[in-house]
Structures are given as structure tokens and as C-alpha cells.
């Protein structure tokens, strides 16, 4: 599940986007100062930061520059009021990936969270898995499957719904055979409680959800 620390000091605003981002199935935290928020970014690994500009104390920028001083490279959209030059010449300056202005509809902020995430985290029930990092999630707990079970499960999941060839399965291995196969099958199966189907004298497939 995708980690979001929204940074929002209107507490209607920050209550209405956790509950719309939950049911999109997004794991939120909120923080309604940057003080709370500093401490959660260094208690928990988040996968994107949702950060105010304007803040009572202080503003979303700056917090976000200590945390890239702390070598913290969190992909980071900034929520503003008003989007002055200066304002998003320096979010950029700090990488940040998005500005959305308010009012918004929770609906343009969805979109753009999804066209960040959708094209490197790979979903199959509640296994996930990371592509910019080679990283394999069940239930939000890293898995090690070994390195040559997480390329099979890895090329299996590229090809979901389509047979993937044994031929293209022994590439895996340094030393392939049919045994060693089914035996990594057999891992990879119990390990994540999946079913991989065997398609006789074909190759092996990971059924669509």
C-alpha cells in the first residue's frame, strides 16, 4: 500500500483527503503543523508527501528543504493557495514532482497521485511490487523470495494473464532445469499463498484477479 504524509493545517481539508485518499486505498497520516510532521517523516517511510506551502508557523517549503538537507528524497506535490513564481521555482529547486492549487476537487489530486505511482508499482491482491526499486511487498512487509524465486515471480507478474514459457523461466537460472523449476514454483507459491497455474507442456501463468 502506497505511504501518503499530508502536511494541512485546515482540518476539514486535511480530514476530507485522508478519508477520499483511504477508500482510493492510500495509506494517509495527517499533520496539521510542521513540527508533527517532521517527526513522522523520520518515524516512517512514506512513498509521497502532500505538503501545504502556507502554514500558521512556518510553510511546506521549508520543511520539505530540511528534509532533502536530511537526504530524504520523498516525491513531494505542494497544496497552495496561490502559486506565485518565486514559490514554485523553489519547490522545484528541491524536486518537487507537483503543485495543485486551491480549491480543488480531490478527484485532479487522485489523478495526478495515480500518474505518478502507476507506472512503477505493480499490484496483484495484496502483493506489491516497487519496479524503480526491485522491491516485493505482501501487506505492506518487504518479501525476500531469493533472487532467482523474485525474477521468476517478477516475470510472471509482468505477464499477468499471459503464459510465460519455461523456456523464458529457465533464463532465471544459472543452472536451469525442470525440477529446479517446479521446486521454485512450489517456493514462490507458498510463500506468497498465490496460485500460479501450470499450463501443460507450455510454461506457467499468473491468473488475473
Known amino acids: 500500500m502506497i505511504k501518503i504524509l499530508l502536511l494541512e493545517d485546515d482540518h476539514i481539508l486535511s480530514q476530507t483527503l485522508q478519508l477520499f485518499l483511504s477508500k482510493e486505498g492510500y495509506e494517509v497520516d ?29 510553510s511546506g517549503l521549508e520543511l520539505l528543504k530540511a528534509l532533502r538537507h536530511a537526504e530524504d528524497n520523498t516525491p513531494t506535490i505542494f497544496i497552495t493557495a496561490q502559486i506565485d513564481m518565486h514559490s514554485m521555482e523553489e519547490g522545484f529547486s528541491l524536486d518537487a514532482i507537483d503543485y495543485i492549487k486551491k480549491p480543488f476537487d480531490p478527484e485532479e489530486l487522485r489523478i495526478r497521485i495515480a500518474a505518478k505511482f502507476k507506472s512503477h508499482i505493480l499490484h496483484y491482491g495484496d502483493i506489491s511490487y516497487d519496479q524503480e526499486h526491485d522491491i516485493l511487498y ?12 523474485h525474477q521468476i515471480f517478477t516475470l510472471l507478474l509482468h505477464h499477468c494473464g499471459s503464459v510465460v514459457t519455461k523456456e523464458a523461466l529457465y533464463g532465471c537460472f544459472e543452472h536451469s532445469s525442470s ?31
Not at 525440477?179 to 488475473?208: C, F, H, P, S
Open 30 to 58: 495527517v499533520a496539521c503543523d510542521m513540527e508533527k510532521a517532521e517527526s513522522l517523516s523520520f518515524q516512517k517511510q512514506y512513498d509521497l508527501y502532500l505538503f501545504d506551502i502556507n502554514l500558521p508557523k512556518g
Open 179 to 209: 525440477t529446479a523449476l517446479r521446486v521454485a514454483i512450489t517456493t514462490i507459491k507458498q510463500k506468497l499463498e498465490i496460485d500460479i497455474k501450470n499450463i501443460r507442456a507450455k510454461g506457467y501463468m499468473l491468473e488475473e484477479l
Open 138 to 149: 505482501k501487506n505492506d512487509t518487504v518479501i525476500d523470495l531469493g533472487h532467482v524465486n
